[in-house]
T-cell receptor, first 112, second 113 residues
């Protein structure tokens, strides 16, 4: 069974600090997505990475796909209260028949 | 393009009743997936429909069923509701192929009393 483990589960930091969230698996994924979800709403797609070692930046957010395409990280620089939310990673297998696997999520809280 | 829409947004049902939830995907998307989200279990995959055919199924009892219409709109049905079915039900739309990006609707909050 494919699993995606996210760490940490919870993170509460002060505005302006930096943080990193991790998404790890023993399985290889053809693509990996990061989502952010706010309470009572659906997850919003932030980024997709598909190439081992790939790095993508979205303003203060930096996403990296592991060289072996089994893990990923999300780094936030100078966190702001608007970054608060549940961050989910999701990995897709090699074929369209494969299920998309979601991590359990990292709940991030940024204190002003 | 319009985003994914789900109706209704909120629903209160009594144990034993049945419920039907609706999802309209992004125009041109042929895949619709359904997820159940609860605080304790996180995001759990229910099933995926692609071009009117169920392509994948999660580990949920037969009380949970779905279908997809020729215009890609999808419905999911839960029969004989149980208290544990209370959750946020999310629908996700995608083109159905690599890189498998999903676009979620706002969800339907179902409360079973």
């Amino acid at each position: 069974t494919q699993l995606l483990e996210q760490s940490p589960q919870f993170l509460s930091i002060q505005e302006g600090e930096n943080l990193t969230v991790y998404c790890n698996s023993s399985s290889v994924f053809s693509s990996l997505q990061w989502y952010r979800q706010e309470p009572g709403e659906g997850p919003v797609l932030l980024v997709t990475v598909v190439t081992g070692g790939e790095v993508k930046k979205l303003k203060r957010l930096t996403f990296q796909f592991g060289d072996a395409r089994k893990d990923s990280s999300l780094h936030i620089t100078a966190a702001q209260p608007g970054d608060t939310g549940l961050y989910l990673c999701a990995g897709a297998g090699r074929s369209s028949a494969s299920k998309i696997i979601f991590g359990s999520g990292t709940r991030l809280s940024i204190r002003p | 393009k319009a985003g994914v829409t789900q109706t209704p947004r909120y629903l209160i049902k009594t144990r034993g009743q049945q419920v039907t939830l609706s999802c309209s995907p992004i125009s041109g998307h042929r895949s619709v997936s359904w997820y159940q989200q609860t605080p304790g279990q996180g995001l759990q995959f229910l099933f995926e429909y692609f071009s009117e055919t169920q392509r994948n199924k999660g580990n949920f009892p037969g009380r949970f069923s779905g279908r997809q219409f020729s215009n890609s709109r999808s419905e999911m049905n839960v029969s004989t509701l149980e208290l544990g079915d209370s959750a946020l039900y999310l629908c996700a739309s995608s083109e159905g192929g690599f890189p498998y990006e999903q676009y979620f609707g706002p969800g339907t909050r179902l409360t079973v009393t």
